[in-house]
Antibody
């Protein structure tokens, strides 16, 4: 079944853009009807839904992040990506990618991102 | 946004106990709700989808019920590996929102 692996920068300076990529293996990102999601978990806190991109390119963003967020898909690399601009310390979190479709729910292991100068 | 109020925020229980966790939605969400288990340092894993359907591979001691605004996750007989934090997630309306979590600890 589909497997996901996030790759991120680890450390990002304030005001810069955070970019994280999720690589899909054992399946194709361009078919299968998956919603390719992003979630995050701030230190010691609960879970937050960031948004998703469907295989057609349709996106839904959390309004709390919408002005800074861009999700994209690269079918040639079987990857989907998150870009979050103008980051602050409040964006320090573990970021998870996840594939959701009806009875299927698959998460990556998460990548920790710290925003600090 | 739909607010998901989860209770209790934490509980202490013994192996073999029956445990019930509740999520209340601020407006009706049909059965568009999942329950997740998260262990320290790990990604969340879904236990229940569509409010009451058991995710493949999840032990049958986990069950979910409810519709509309009130939902329950029940663990019929708590096992050592069940000590974790549990979250509900509604996906009826955007933005999708989680409950604040219930930490299940050993008594």
């Amino acid at each position: 079944q589909v497997q996901l692996q996030e790759s991120g920068p680890g450390l990002v300076k304030p005001s810069r853009t955070l970019s994280i990529t999720c690589t899909v293996s054992r399946g194709s990102i361009s078919n299968g009807g998956f919603y390719w999601n992003w979630f995050r978990q701030r230190p010691g806190k609960g879970l937050e839904w960031i948004g998703y991109i469907f295989e057609t390119g349709t996106t839904y963003y959390n309004p709390s992040l919408k002005s800074r967020l861009r999700l994209s898909v690269d079918t040639s690399k079987n990857q989907f990506s998150l870009q979050l601009s103008s980051v602050t310390a409040a964006d320090t979190a573990i970021y998870y990618c996840a594939a959701l479709r009806n009875a299927v729910d698959i998460w990556g292991q998460g990548t920790k991102v710290t925003v600090s100068s | 946004d739909i607010q998901m109020t989860q209770s209790p925020s934490s509980l202490s229980a013994s192996v073999g106990d029956r445990v019930t966790i509740t999520c209340r939605a601020s407006q009706g969400i049909r059965i568009d709700l999942g329950w997740y288990q998260q262990k320290p340092g790990k990604a969340p894993q879904r236990l229940i989808f569509a409010a009451s359907s058991l995710q493949s591979g999840v032990p049958s001691r986990f069950s979910g019920s409810g519709s509309g605004t009130e939902f329950t996750l029940t663990i019929s007989s708590l096992q050592p590996e069940d000590f974790a934090t549990y979250y509900c997630l509604q996906h009826n309306s955007y933005p999708w929102t989680f409950g604040q979590g219930t930490k299940v600890e050993i008594k």
